[in-house]
């Protein structure tokens, strides 16, 4: 097992990362009360590891009420949420009552955004069970739920106690799952960390045959860049808007084609191919450098071409991404392999001939 540490004062918490964790109670103690907790989970995962998770609370003599949701991004919705709270509010759970996410990003988003609203505020723990939720939405606070008009739109920034990956976990994921999350992964080298961008060059083989130690490697050295970031800046204000490469771009081919129909690490694929394109038309980097992030995303499985949604439906949909700072679009690219800025005044020819020249 490794450990990690987000640093933010009095309320900093570890990360913890290994195989087999689900049954180690002594990482979950010094975070539970006695009594109960409640935990959220979904159709797909309740029936995989929610009585491990159970029989590991019962070993130090905690109680659970169960919320069991329907799984998938379609479902990342108020109507959802009321759900939570519902099952909170039957069973009388108190402010020490602790919310436990067992599940992918969107349990440990609504999860959280529950645990920031309920009784204005109860703890909560993060057990994420796909890659892309272990290695990028369950730490650093981010909480919510989605609109129509626009992904992420409405929720708090709201850490929780403790982050537990069990990668062992991982093994029962689909492999479209687990590419999904492998975007997430490349992200971090594209933006800060070259060694490990080059690592994953030599290592991607082995992350596609769930090699657990290149797992567990690829979950830490994530966790580590989102970690430093997140301790840098929590709420988003410079740095951590880097973490969002491709994400202006992917969340608008979310909602685009409808939450669900693309898996967020797919549309964030094709979104970083989008904002890598726009670079190269910057000036900022080569054609080659181009080929070799697409490469990349290829050899994971990933899509490297964008659905055709238009133009204008492009820009409606990105005008309502979180990083629109006076009525002004701003892009997370590339000034180079393994460093990104923040840039917000893109030529808006560019833009289109970007939005033109990545979609089929």
């Known amino acids: 097992m490794q450990t990690l540490t987000v640093g933010l004062g009095d309320r900093s918490y570890p990360i913890h990362i290994g195989t087999g964790l689900l049954a180690h109670a002594e990482l979950l103690k010094s975070h539970l009360p006695k009594g109960r907790v409640a935990i959220v989970t979904n159709t797909t995962v309740a029936p995989l590891y929610l009585e491990k998770l159970r029989e590991t609370l019962g070993q130090l003599g905690v109680s659970s009420v169960t919320v069991i949701l329907n799984d998938g991004e379609v479902y990342k919705t108020s109507e959802t949420l009321n759900l939570i709270y519902d099952a909170l509010l039957t069973h009388r759970c108190e402010r020490s009552t602790p919310l436990i996410a067992l599940g992918g990003g969107v349990i440990g988003d609504m999860t959280g955004f529950a645990a920031a609203c309920y009784l204005r505020g109860v703890p909560f723990i993060q057990i994420p069970t796909t890659l892309l939720s272990q290695v990028d939405s369950s730490v650093g606070g981010k909480t919510g739920i989605n609109h129509p008009l626009g992904k992420n739109m409405i929720g708090a920034f709201y850490q929780p106690q403790l982050v537990l990956a069990d990668i062992s976990t991982l093994n029962t994921l689909p492999d479209k799952e687990l590419s999904a999350g492998l975007a997430e992964v490349i ?3 594209l933006i800060r960390d070259l060694p490990f961008l080059e690592w994953l060059e030599q290592n991607m083989d082995k992350l596609l045959a769930r090699d657990l130690e ?15 970031v997140v301790a840098a800046d929590e709420r988003e204000g410079g740095e951590r808007a880097l973490l969002n490469l491709g994400h202006t771009f992917g969340h608008a081919i ?3 084609m409808g939450y669900g129909n693309w898996l967020h690490g797919e549309a964030v694929a094709a979104g970083t191919i989008m904002a890598a394109d726009l670079s190269q038309r910057l000036g900022w980097i080569s054609e080659a450098d181009v080929a070799r992030v697409r490469a990349l995303f290829l050899r994971a499985n990933l899509p490297v071409i964008s659905p055709d949604l238009g133009v204008e439906k492009y820009l409606e949909f990105m005008g309502h991404d979180k990083k629109v700072e006076g009525g002004k679009l701003r892009f997370v690219l590339l000034k180079q392999i393994g460093h990104a800025v923040i840039e917000g005044n893109v030529p808006p020819v560019l833009l289109q001939q970007t939005l033109e020249a990545c979609v089929a």
Not at 217 to 225: G, K, L, M
């Open 187 to 189: 992200k971090y080298g």
């Open 214 to 228: 290149a797992l567990q490697y690829a979950v830490f050295r994530s966790c580590e860049n989102k970690a430093e």
């Open 254 to 256: 979310e909602s685009g």
